[in-house]
């Protein structure tokens, strides 16, 4: 294990200054690795502005057993928000944009079923989730088809009402990152990379899929089943990263994103943004009612930041998930404590990096004695077993026709290319770059469930083959066609 800068500490409360600090966490963290299906981790610790842990456990791919490494990269997936609205906020201070100016100044096309709310809906409110504004068609092809087009994500946006109460949505960040676009002139990665990752030196930190899963030292997304591990068929790539959840990285980079947003914007006495913007991105900007409760109940949020607490602390973080992977920055800046973990599974990875912040706080400020992790393994073993019985339902799906009539592609001026394809009798779907299940509901009728559609898929025949796919999306009938 690497403990670094112990000797160095000054914190403001008492603390144990020895390689001992961390006693025990490790191996609890591999034994929950163990109870909760998680195959690889990644950890870093801040204190007082030091890297005191940094850490890998585990199997960053579960075929060839390469472990986990500090320099890991890991997809963090919704933890890239906070660098959206860092960026928009430094250059706020810049007098590049005002986030207090509509959206509309800075994206014409922006357009809402509510006509009202898309003439008022300002920057600010998208970093800090106010409009409570979300659409899952976007969603869809954003982050999973990679269909996405400026014109499909304007079309749909169009439809769209927000709720006017703070509700968290991909979509808010998808605006955000076009924003920075039209700021910069520069795709959002790009202007990420050039005003956070290159000057903060974080080497390993990317909006590239397919350059990040290209490299020796990086993560694969995993899945438990039937009792052991496989990498997840489901895989991010350059077409489905976006600025709501599009970013990797390793531990040792998530140590310097800590530091930065630890010190308000300085690090290694380089300034990002100034102490008053750093009042502004940390300040408390809307309020959430009716989340579930959670090991840190949450208040609302800054800009990209979520506020919660723990104890009588303030504590800002973010996590992120997707199929087989999670991540979760979380920091206490009053008292200098900063935590990163980083997983290569989705649900139980979210559980154990919840697991492994708060197993920090509780040894540092030296209070509680809640056993957090038993429920949460017991949860996830209880849903496990709720999602198993529907996948043995019979397959393949039965069709009136040879195979040969059904295969190809299906599409929608809106939603992109539905692809059928054959693996002998079994029938396999394909929206995009999204692969999913089929399952029979009868004679040419199947069930597909991919985040918006839900629900049974039918073929129209016409003159001895399939012509059309006739899909459940948001309740409406959507006709895929050759």
Same mark, same amino acid.
């Given at each position: 294990?690497?403990?670094?800068?112990?000797?160095?500490?000054?914190?403001?409360?008492?603390?144990?200054?020895?390689?001992?600090?961390?006693?025990?966490?490790?191996?609890?963290?591999?034994?929950?690795?163990?109870?909760? #299906?998680?195959?690889?981790?990644?950890?870093?610790?801040?204190?007082?502005?030091?890297?005191?842990?940094?850490?890998?456990?585990?199997?960053?791919?579960?075929?060839? #057993?390469?472990?986990?490494?500090?320099?890991?990269?890991?997809?963090?997936?919704?933890?890239?928000?906070?660098?959206?609205?860092?960026?928009?906020?430094?250059?706020?201070?810049?007098?590049?944009?005002?986030?207090?100016?509509?959206?509309?100044?800075?994206?014409?096309?922006?357009?809402?079923?509510?006509?009202?709310?898309?003439?008022?809906?300002?920057?600010? +409110?998208?970093?800090?989730?106010?409009?409570?504004?979300?659409?899952?068609?976007?969603?869809?092809?954003?982050?999973?088809?990679?269909?996405?087009?400026?014109?499909?994500?304007?079309?749909?946006?169009?439809?769209?009402?927000?709720?006017?109460?703070?509700?968290?949505?991909?979509?808010?960040?998808?605006?955000?990152?076009?924003?920075?676009?039209?700021?910069?002139?520069?795709?959002?990665?790009?202007?990420?990379?050039?005003?956070?990752?290159?000057?903060?030196?974080?080497?390993?930190?990317?909006?590239?899929?397919?350059?990040?899963?290209?490299?020796?030292?990086?993560?694969?997304?995993?899945?438990?089943?039937?009792?052991?591990?496989?990498?997840?068929?489901?895989?991010?790539? +350059?077409?489905?990263?976006?600025?709501?959840?599009?970013?990797?990285?390793?531990?040792?980079?998530?140590?310097?994103?800590?530091?930065?947003?630890?010190?308000?914007?300085?690090?290694?006495?380089?300034?990002?943004?100034?102490?008053?913007?750093?009042?502004?991105?940390?300040?408390?900007?809307?309020?959430?009612?009716?989340?579930?409760?959670?090991?840190?109940?949450?208040?609302?949020?800054?800009?990209?930041?979520?506020?919660?607490?723990?104890?009588?602390?303030?504590?800002?973080?973010?996590?992120?998930?997707?199929?087989?992977?999670?991540?979760?920055?979380?920091?206490?800046?009053?008292?200098?404590?900063?935590?990163?973990?980083?997983?290569?599974?989705?649900?139980?990875?979210?559980?154990?990096?919840?697991?492994?912040?708060?197993?920090?706080?509780?040894?540092?400020?030296?209070?509680?004695?809640?056993?957090?992790?038993?429920?949460?393994?017991?949860?996830?073993?209880?849903?496990?077993?709720?999602?198993?019985?529907?996948?043995?339902?019979?397959?393949?799906?039965?069709?009136?026709?040879?195979?040969?009539?059904?295969?190809?592609?299906?599409?929608?001026?809106?939603?992109?290319?539905? #692809?059928? #394809?054959?693996?002998?009798?079994?029938?396999?779907?394909?929206?995009?770059?999204?692969?999913?299940?089929?399952?029979?509901?009868?004679?040419?009728?199947?069930?597909?469930?991919?985040?918006?559609?839900?629900?049974?898929?039918?073929?129209?025949?016409?003159?001895?083959?399939?012509?059309?796919?006739?899909?459940?999306?948001?309740?409406?009938?959507?006709?895929?066609?050759?």
């Amino acid at each position: 294990m690497t403990y670094l800068g112990l000797a160095s500490l000054a914190l403001s409360f008492p603390l144990p200054l020895s390689s001992d600090l961390f006693e025990g966490l490790p191996a609890r963290w591999e034994q929950a690795m163990a109870d909760l #299906h998680v195959p690889g981790l990644a950890v870093t610790i801040v204190l007082d502005d030091e890297v005191v842990l940094l850490e890998g456990w585990g199997e960053r791919d579960v075929e060839t #057993h390469r472990p986990v490494t500090p320099d890991t990269a890991f997809y963090i997936a919704s933890a890239t928000k906070p660098f959206v609205a860092v960026a928009l906020a430094a250059l706020a201070e810049s007098d590049a944009l005002d986030l207090d100016l509509p959206v509309r100044t800075y994206l014409p096309r922006f357009e809402l079923a509510d006509p009202r709310a898309a003439r008022a809906m300002t920057v600010r +409110d998208l970093l800090c989730h106010a409009p409570g504004l979300n659409y899952g068609p976007i969603v869809l092809l954003d982050a999973y088809t990679g269909e996405i087009t400026e014109d499909r994500y304007y079309h749909f946006l169009a439809q769209a009402t927000p709720q006017g109460t703070t509700r968290y949505s991909n979509v808010h960040f998808t605006l955000a990152g076009r924003v920075l676009e039209a700021v910069t002139g520069q795709r959002w990665r790009e202007a990420l990379a050039q005003r956070i990752f290159e000057p903060a030196g974080m080497t390993a930190t990317t909006g590239f899929a397919d350059e990040m899963y290209a490299r020796e030292d990086v993560a694969f997304p995993s899945v438990w089943s039937d009792g052991r591990f496989a990498l997840a068929t489901v895989r991010k790539n +350059d077409d489905t990263m976006h600025a709501a959840g599009g970013l990797g990285t390793s531990a040792r980079d998530a140590g310097r994103w800590l530091r930065l947003n630890l010190n308000r914007g300085v690090l290694d006495d380089e300034e990002f943004f100034s102490e008053a913007t750093a009042a502004d991105i940390f300040s408390l900007h809307s309020e959430e009612e009716g989340r579930p409760a959670r090991l840190f109940p949450d208040r609302g949020f800054g800009l990209g930041w979520m506020v919660s607490g723990f104890r009588d602390h303030t504590v800002y973080q973010h996590g992120g998930g997707y199929v087989g992977t999670a991540a979760l920055f979380s920091f206490l800046p009053e008292l200098g404590i900063g935590v990163a973990a980083l997983a290569n599974s989705a649900e139980g990875g979210n559980a154990l990096c919840t697991v492994v912040v708060r197993d920090v706080y509780e040894r540092l400020l030296g209070e509680g004695e809640e056993d957090y992790l038993t429920p949460l393994v017991q949860r996830l073993r209880t849903r496990a077993e709720a999602v198993r019985a529907p996948t043995a339902r019979p397959l393949p799906v039965e069709l009136s026709l040879a195979p040969e009539a059904y295969a190809g592609d299906y599409v929608n001026e809106h939603y992109g290319t539905l #692809h059928i #394809h054959f693996e002998g009798e079994r029938m396999g779907a394909r929206l995009g770059r999204y692969a999913f299940e089929v399952l029979p509901a009868g004679v040419d009728r199947f069930e597909g469930e991919v985040v918006v559609f839900s629900g049974e898929f039918r073929f129209g025949i016409e003159n001895g083959r399939a012509r059309t796919i006739t899909v459940p999306i948001r309740g409406q009938e959507t006709l895929f066609a050759r």
